[in-house]
């Protein structure tokens, strides 16, 4: 069997590895020149972990991460801690040896790279259409080159060129708000091993320690779509001025601030038709509320290998997966919508309020609703 993966991301990679342990031949195409993954941190909580393991995969990627040691989040324009959580004690509750790791998107992107043979991908090849019939799946690039295989797998983002040609075009939903990001050297008042999130009114703030001594931060506002301003940087430190330390010390010591409005698109069931099939963003993209929307596409990587690994009938292989993995990721994807909603609320009142049911959500159940997504395994390939 010969698959064709388009996009050299998180989902793409990871779906290139899985099926090639299952004996499957794959060739990943990548519209960029080169690899590389735009973005900053990224979470990998226990349930990734687990199928990174399952592929082999698993110690590369934890050289080039950090181990959580502690979570905390805040209310009241990061005045007020309203939770905090030790990682041993949680991971000795749900009996893990780990329960998150923070990785640079690049790094994770490059140790997953590392496990393919250089033959694999072929960089500077934009998908431009494609289309299926009983016989093969067809891919046409911008610059003239045609390939054809047994499936072509669609793991090029929320605005997948594959996603269209099952469901048509649609644009995706914007949630509100809108993030900007960033990279920066970690100071000493910042534990290494430290996530936070802090909620403010219509603003939040998160901090992710990296390897090397390094940071991600991430700021949250309400926004309308579309938004952009000639200094970014000074629009957040006058946005979250009188925020306590190190808010103002990490956007200042940043020197490439991203923004990108918050978007996701609503459930669907239908990923495959005939031989094409969409996963990770281009399936089932999500707000990052609950840092599950690179854990999810790495889950769907392994998954799809296994549906693949013997099958003799492919249209039939790719609509089981589909239909396994749509409950458990549209579960994530209205839970994280929600959660977004909810964080960004901006009355006085009803953010006072929301802080306190938060303050006691953490006494009651701990760290039950964080490990809920964690506890998910894929099994193996085989």
């Known amino acids: 069997m010969r698959v064709i993966v388009i996009g050299s991301g998180i989902a793409g990679l990871t779906a290139a590895i899985a099926l090639r342990k299952v004996g499957v031949e794959v060739a990943v195409y990548e519209r960029a020149p080169e690899l590389r993954e735009v973005g900053a941190g990224i979470s990998l909580w226990a349930n990734a972990l687990r199928a990174l393991d399952h592929i082999g995969a698993g110690e590369s990627v934890r050289a080039v991460s950090l181990k959580l040691t502690r979570s905390e989040m805040r209310g009241k324009s990061g005045r007020s801690v309203l939770i905090s959580l030790d990682a041993r004690a949680m991971e000795a509750r749900a009996g893990m040896p780990e329960l998150v790791r923070m990785a640079h998107r690049a790094e994770l992107v490059g140790a997953l790279a590392a496990h393919l043979p250089a033959s694999v991908a072929r960089y500077g090849h934009e998908c431009v259409s494609v289309e299926a019939d009983g016989a093969a799946a067809r891919v046409r690039f911008a610059n003239g080159h045609t390939a054809s295989a047994d499936a072509v797998i669609?793991?090029?983002?929320?605005?997948?060129?594959?996603?269209?040609?099952?469901?048509?075009?649609?644009?995706?939903?914007?949630?509100?708000?809108?993030?900007?990001?960033?990279?920066?050297?970690?100071?000493?008042?910042?534990?290494?091993?430290?996530?936070?999130?802090?909620?403010?009114?219509?603003?939040?703030?998160?901090?992710?320690?990296?390897?090397?001594?390094?940071?991600?931060?991430?700021?949250?506002?309400?926004?309308?779509?579309?938004?952009?301003?000639?200094?970014?940087?000074?629009?957040?430190?006058?946005?979250?001025?009188?925020?306590?330390?190190?808010?103002?010390?990490?956007?200042?010591?940043?020197?490439?601030?991203?923004?990108?409005?918050?978007?996701?698109?609503?459930?669907?069931?239908?990923?495959?038709?005939?031989?094409?099939?969409?996963?990770?963003?281009?399936?089932?993209?999500?707000?990052?509320?609950?840092?599950?929307?690179?854990?999810?596409?790495?889950?769907?990587?392994?998954?799809?290998?296994?549906?693949?690994?013997r099958a003799a009938d492919v249209p039939a292989a790719l609509t089981a997966f589909a239909r396994e993995r749509y409950k458990r990721t549209a579960g994530i994807v209205n839970e994280s919508w929600r959660l977004g909603a909810v964080a960004q609320w901006e009355g006085r009142v009803s953010c006072a309020l929301r802080d306190r049911l938060m303050w006691l959500a953490g006494k009651v159940m701990g760290a039950g609703a964080i490990l809920k997504h964690a506890k998910f395994d894929t099994g193996p390939l085989g």
Not at 227 to 256: C, K, M, N, Q, Y
Not at 277 to 299: F, K, R, S, W, Y
């Open 154 to 309: 669609g793991a090029d983002g929320i605005r997948s060129v594959v996603r269209t040609a099952i469901l048509g075009a649609s644009e995706p939903r914007y949630s509100g708000y809108t993030c900007w990001r960033g990279v920066c050297p970690r100071p000493a008042s910042v534990e290494a091993g430290y996530i936070g999130e802090w909620w403010g009114r219509g603003l939040r703030f998160g901090i992710t320690t990296l390897p090397n001594d390094r940071i991600y931060w991430f700021a949250v506002q309400n926004a309308p779509p579309n938004g952009r301003t000639a200094d970014e940087r000074g629009h957040l430190l006058a946005a979250f001025a009188g925020w306590p330390d190190p808010v103002r010390e990490l956007i200042e010591s940043t020197a490439d601030v991203l923004r990108n409005d918050i978007i996701d698109r609503p459930p669907v069931r239908e990923w495959s038709k005939g031989r094409l099939c969409v996963i990770g963003d281009a399936a089932h993209p999500m707000t990052p509320n609950l840092g599950q929307g690179g854990c999810t596409a790495i889950e769907d990587g392994v998954i799809l290998a296994r549906h693949l690994a």
